[in-house]
């Protein structure tokens, strides 16, 4: 241990610490200064960046020592008197908070540019931003806000992006920054990992490394003797269910015959300190005897190949989705053109910029045996104390996490708590689980608090993926430009467990068609097991996977029958009174063609061409529309409750609280409650806090998925709000509590027909795209997007969303390729997997389209997965323009597409990434 | 993970630096940011070290100075301060160029030249700039200092010359461009995967009116370590900038290279595309900015 001096927000800090520790590390856990975030310890995602002598740096491999005697500034710091920052300030103002995680890193990175221009008296400009934020990634917020913030904060005269929407009613409607922004901008805001209980513990995973194999032995011994070290379990300490998994129980907690992927859980660790629980992993002895791995989903379904889960009856065959309507080979006779071309999609990871964290809490424990006291906060007040298993976890699922965790304990549901900390981004890779039930295991062997927090390699390594799939696609048009059938079969790759992958391709499935009226469809969808990272859900949910083929083949439709693609389109969009490919008559609430239309009347300007030379540059447009549904959908149950709190305050009037186990993972849920709420109560939404996702205290919300938390828990909150104004009318100055369960309207199974969904919401992006012929490298220099959202109840965090989505979903064309080499990640740090920074992220025009859902809280359908569909294809429909080249792999690899252009090849098969050409596959067949 | 050093010094002179060094025999590794090594030492893929040498705060060695003809980088100068320094700007622009692509803003906040060019990468950026230059690196042991040409400090993929155990990169230096001279720099990347250049390649170009009369030329990775092309300088020594100069130049160059393929960055064809596309490009441009109209 040695002295460090240092000045840390302007005052004197002397600590004894030791000389290998990092700056992050001092100013978390030493001097508690938890506003500072660790994302990948890899000096990659930048939002661990302090500054040191005013200079950013990121904190995460910056020696602590390296700081001897120097000026530090974290966020913490940059409240003055109370009065924010400008940029704080700004960054609310603007809506540039979404999770959070990110916001600490952005606004020191902002400051240190801001402060240098200040001295040189120079003007910010947005090239500023961009080159200094270039390495400070954001995985929500898309930039623009984050730029304009910057560009207000600076002294100019920014104004919020905000587009047009229907006035506003009293609450819904009005633009607010989300309620647990200021928090996070001031760096108070709490995450699973900024929580010290007394007498913590730190756990580590002993994870397979391997695909697949059979477990010969495990042989802990030497672990449990290490000084330091707690408990060790294996599957043989599990008093309840060994197995976890939302959709089907098929994922071991801890393995002890065979793992399946690298990812897999043999050993669990708690020890005094991280370093400890590590050294204890590698004293772990396992034996195994290595099975063959299976690696595609093509293979997975060979007669030959091995099974990943030998018991199942079905084989790899995870579930064989289908879609069936009309006479597909009269709808093929009758096409006067026919495009059919096979696709390739890459598995893709959240990269949420917070890694996974849970602590678990024994029941009865109490912080005073440890000499500490109860953290009120953690608790949520003297009432609610540790007297049962609690986790503390960002989960998108609490009443899930619960459940299973209890199941594996063998205890009752009853007997656990899930109190939901802030998620620091969640795209739907938090929904499974992942170290909330290991934390709770050694939490109750210990009798102490136990923190399991991953490191960003580990989470790479463990949590499901977006499905990598392969499509053929045969669509078919007569010559005056209408649909006449569309013949599909899909492989998906799920991965090692089943996770939400029947769930989510039945989804790429039932839309793989597009969002177009078509009287023949024939759809198969075949989900495997392999022993790749399990795939489930991310954003978008299958359906970004299939509308890249869709609307690949409708571009290419089109040019054939020398159509306009827009107007193509046109011709066979949705619109009420059509029927979808599973049978869903469409009776209201049908935006798209609005959609097309105000994309098309603001990418047609004056003198506008599809594609156009600027130097060694080609640039182009290209455009793509898509459909997303709200809801679980599928004869799914799908409900929420919601509980609201109301009562007079003297000075502040009526004031409310809606509880509600719902996740907010920065997609703005709290500020959607609260408006619906407040509207319902008539008082200012500033009133009602929103409390989310403790098992103990707030009734179950459901899973936050499916883009359906505005539509059932907003209905949920608004109706118990409904009831609460009743009950004060009745009983004025009262405090009244009620409860509302909300059941969403019925739907039916896939293949019976009917309302396989509540609703649907609907998209139109066009993308600006500039190829370098020179190089293949592709740049998107302008999104134009209209999205029919129903009604927009905060302008301020939709617009959030809708910028988000589409800047993940350029990633998902240009950057993003989680790779695995037969069972085993390429991609085994955050340094091999880039998400777009602030330099890929273009200008974006944004139009709401509000065509109401009468069953929605009023009007408002899902829409946080709508934005990442459509950007794709746009993407690469705009290439096609520009360069006569057909991608049919993502993402796109500018070495190929270079190679393409230069050789005059009409296609490129090999995305960046891949190994192999795409497979050839049959119609229909599994094999 | 937090053990991956015990001790971390921060000598104010290379006499304290060069001590450490000799009393840990072989266990202490000097930094400047550290942005490379430590990144790999978190990672766990290196073995810990017993102590670290921050080279950063030895004192005159912080700071950009000119002696004679001489521009002077101390080894605690990180990439951002030379980005910005005027003079680099002005008498050493592909230098500026080449370090101003360097990682992320923060990285170049902390990350040093001396670093860059000790880490023996490939294609390190900086290092492709100031060999360009015809820069020179000083090396300091307890036996003295003694200036060598960069080029020549490399011997292999992150090996240098430089005996790491008993010597410390103290300084870098490159002869000030005259009116006459013009450098540029340019690196071409993909958005996936690894942030490590596709190609990089830089030039310094003395004119006399439309004629070369001097020439360097770097580039990596196109071999083990950065290559110094001289065979491809040579070959512009004595001829009029032009095209076919600036052609025959690159033809020569990618003689003498033996590209790869490189798994998930680049293939072979690409990387020969590349250089055929761009030292062209480069060339033209160091012409233009010696003054002589294009």
Same mark, same amino acid.
């Given at each position: ?927 | ?90 008498? &050493?622009? @592909? +230098? ?12 170049? $906040? !902390?990350?040093?030249? #001396? =670093? ?76 996936? &995967?690894? @942030? +490590? ?12 009116? $439309? !004629?070369?009369?001097? #020439? =360097? ?78």
């Amino acid at each position: 241990m040695s002295r460090l001096q240092m000045v840390v927000n302007g005052n004197a800090v002397d600590v004894d610490v030791d000389e290998s520790r990092y700056l992050s590390d001092v100013l978390r856990e030493d001097l508690r200064l938890t506003g500072t975030k660790v994302g990948c310890a890899e000096a990659e995602c930048g939002i661990c960046t302090v500054l040191v002598d005013d200079t950013p740096v990121v904190s995460c491999v910056y020696p602590a020592f390296k700081a001897q005697g120097r000026r530090v500034d974290t966020i913490e710091g940059l409240q003055q008197d109370g009065k924010l920052h400008a940029l704080q300030q700004a960054f609310l103002d603007h809506g540039a908070v979404q999770c959070g995680i990110c916001t600490a890193g952005l606004i020191m990175t902002a400051k240190g540019l801001l402060d240098r221009k200040a001295a040189a008296r120079e003007a910010v400009t947005e090239d500023d931003i961009r080159a200094a934020l270039k390495d400070s990634y954001c995985r929500c917020t898309g930039y623009q806000s984050v730029i304009n913030a910057i560009l207000q904060a600076s002294g100019q005269d920014v104004k919020p992006y905000l587009p047009e929407t229907r006035a506003p009613k009293t609450e819904v409607g009005q633009p607010r920054p989300n309620p647990n922004a200021l928090a996070k901008i001031s760096g108070s805001a709490r995450f699973t990992d900024d929580y010290a209980f007394p007498g913590m513990l730190f756990a580590r995973t002993k994870r397979a490394n391997i695909p697949h194999a059979r477990i010969v032995s495990i042989d802990a011994a030497a672990a449990r003797k290490l000084d330091g070290v707690h408990a060790v379990l294996t599957h043989e300490d599990i008093p309840g269910r060994n197995a976890h998994g939302i959709v089907s129980v098929d994922w071991p907690v801890l393995c002890g015959r065979k793992v399946r992927y690298v990812g897999d859980a043999v050993a669990i660790v708690a020890a005094d300190s991280q370093d400890i629980a590590t050294a204890a992993l590698d004293l772990i002895e396992v034996e195994y005897e290595e099975l063959p791995v299976v690696a595609d989903p093509i293979s997975a379904l060979r007669d030959d190949a091995v099974h990943v889960h030998e018991e199942r009856p079905d084989g790899n065959l995870l579930k064989h989705i289908k879609v069936r309507r009309g006479d597909l080979d009269a709808g093929f006779a009758a096409a006067d053109v026919v495009i059919d071309r096979t696709y390739r999609t890459p598995t893709t990871e959240h990269l949420f910029l917070e890694p996974e964290c849970s602590i678990g809490i024994p029941a009865g424990y109490d912080p005073a045996r440890f000499g500490g006291a109860v953290d009120a906060e953690a608790t949520r007040g003297e009432t609610a104390r540790h007297d049962k298993t609690t986790i503390y976890v960002g989960s998108q699922i609490p009443y899930a996490d619960r459940d299973q965790a209890a199941a594996t304990l063998g205890v009752p549901p009853t007997e656990v708590r899930v109190v939901a900390t802030l998620m620091g981004g969640g795209f739907g890779g938090k929904e499974d689980i992942t170290g909330q039930i290991h934390a709770a295991l050694l939490a109750e062997a210990t009798g102490r608090p136990v923190k399991m927090l991953y490191s960003r390699q580990e989470s790479l390594l463990v949590h499901p993926k977006r499905h990598a799939t392969i499509i053929r696609m045969r669509t078919g048009a007569t010559k005056d430009g209408r649909l006449t059938a569309v013949e599909a079969t899909l492989y998906g790759d799920g991965g090692a467990y089943a996770s939400l992958s029947e769930k989510v391709l039945t989804r790429a499935t039932t839309h793989a068609s597009g969002p177009y009226d078509i009287p023949n469809v024939r759809v198969d969808c075949f989900a495997t097991y392999t022993n790749n990272v399990p795939a489930g859900a991310f954003r978008g949910f299958g359906v970004t996977q299939s509308c890249f083929a869709a609307e690949s083949n409708m571009d290419s439709l089109a040019e054939e029958l020398g159509l306009d693609p827009v107007e193509f389109r046109r011709r066979n969009a949705l619109a009420v009174g059509a029927t979808t490919v599973t049978g869903q008559v469409m009776r209201e609430s049908v935006g798209l063609m609005e959609c097309i239309d105000k994309v098309d009347h603001d990418m047609r300007g004056e003198d506008f061409r599809w594609a156009w030379d600027e130097g060694d540059r080609r640039l182009a447009w290209g455009l793509a529309v898509g459909y997303k549904n709200t809801g679980l959908g599928g004869g799914a149950p799908d409900k929420a409750t919601a509980e609201v709190e109301a009562w007079q305050d003297p000075d502040k009037g009526l004031l409310a609280e809606v509880r509600i186990s719902s996740a907010e993972m920065g997609q703005g849920l709290p500020g959607v409650l609260a408006a619906c709420a407040a509207e319902e109560l008539g008082i200012s939404a500033e009133n009602v806090g929103v409390l989310l996702g403790d098992t103990d205290v707030c009734p179950d919300g459901g899973p936050t998925t499916a883009s359906r938390q505005t539509f059932v828990s907003g209905n949920a909150a608004r109706l118990a709000a409904r009831d609460a104004a009743s009950k004060l009318a009745d009983a004025p100055g009262t405090r009244v509590v009620t409860q509302h369960e909300y059941w969403a309207p019925a739907t039916q199974p896939l293949g019976t027909g009917g309302d396989m969904h509540v609703g649907f919401s609907f998209v139109a992006q066009a993308a600006l795209c500039e190829i370098d012929r020179r190089t293949g490298e592709v740049q998107v220099r302008r999104i134009i997007a209209a999205h029919d959202v129903g009604r927009a109840i905060n302008p301020l965090t939709l617009e959030g969303q809708i910028e988000g989505g589409i800047v993940m979903c350029i990633g998902y064309a240009l950057t993003e390729h989680y790779i695995l080499e037969d069972g085993k990640p390429w991609t085994s740090v955050m340094a091999r997997y880039k998400t777009p920074s602030i330099t890929h992220a273009p200008p974006i025009t944004s139009h709401i389209v509000e065509h109401a859902l009468s069953t929605g809280p009023f009007g408002a359908k899902g829409m946080g997965e709508l934005p990442s569909i459509v950007t794709a294809p746009a993407i690469t429909n705009a290439i096609y323009n520009a360069t006569g080249v057909r991608v049919r792999s993502l993402p796109v690899d500018q070495d190929s597409l270079l190679h393409a252009i230069r050789t005059g090849a009409t296609e490129v098969e090999l995305g960046w990434g891949d190994r192999d050409p795409i497979p050839t596959i049959e119609f229909g067949a599994s094999h | 993970m937090s053990t991956a050093w015990n001790r971390y010094y921060a000598p104010d002179t290379v006499t304290a630096a060069l001590d450490i060094l000799q009393r840990y025999d072989g266990r202490a590794r000097v930094i400047g940011g550290g942005t490379d090594l430590l990144v790999e030492t978190r990672r766990g893929l290196r073995r810990p070290i017993e102590a670290i040498v921050d080279a950063t705060r030895i004192s005159g060695l912080d700071s950009i100075t000119e002696e004679g003809d001489y521009i002077i980088i101390g080894c605690g100068v990180t990439h951002t301060t030379i980005v910005s320094d005027p003079r680099i700007v002005r008498y &050493g622009q @592909c +230098l500026s160029e080449s370090c101003g692509v360097i990682g992320g803003p923060q990285v170049r $906040n !902390t990350g040093t030249l #001396a =670093g860059n060019v000790a880490h023996a990468l490939p294609a390190g950026d900086g290092t492709i700039g100031l060999m360009a230059l015809g820069g020179d690196v000083e090396v300091t042991g307890r036996d003295g200092a003694r200036w060598m040409p960069a080029k020549d400090t490399f011997k292999g993929p992150g090996r240098s010359v430089i005996d790491r155990h008993h010597e410390i990169l103290t300084r870098l230096r490159f002869k000030r461009q005259s009116d006459n001279e013009g450098s540029a720099f340019h690196r071409v990347m993909r958005p996936q &995967g690894l @942030c +490590l250049p596709i190609i990089s390649m830089a030039t310094r170009l003395r004119m006399n009116g $439309n !004629t070369i009369v001097a #020439a =360097g030329i770097s580039m990596g990775p196109v071999g083990p370590v950065p290559w110094f092309a001289e065979p491809a300088a040579e070959a512009l020594v004595g001829q009029p900038a032009s095209t076919e100069t600036f052609n025959e130049a690159t033809r020569i160059a990618l003689e003498h290279v033996s590209l790869r393929t490189s798994k998930y960055r680049a293939t072979e064809e690409y990387r020969e595309s590349m250089i055929r596309t761009w030292l062209p490009n480069i060339l033209a441009n160091a012409v233009q900015r010696a003054g002589v109209p294009t």
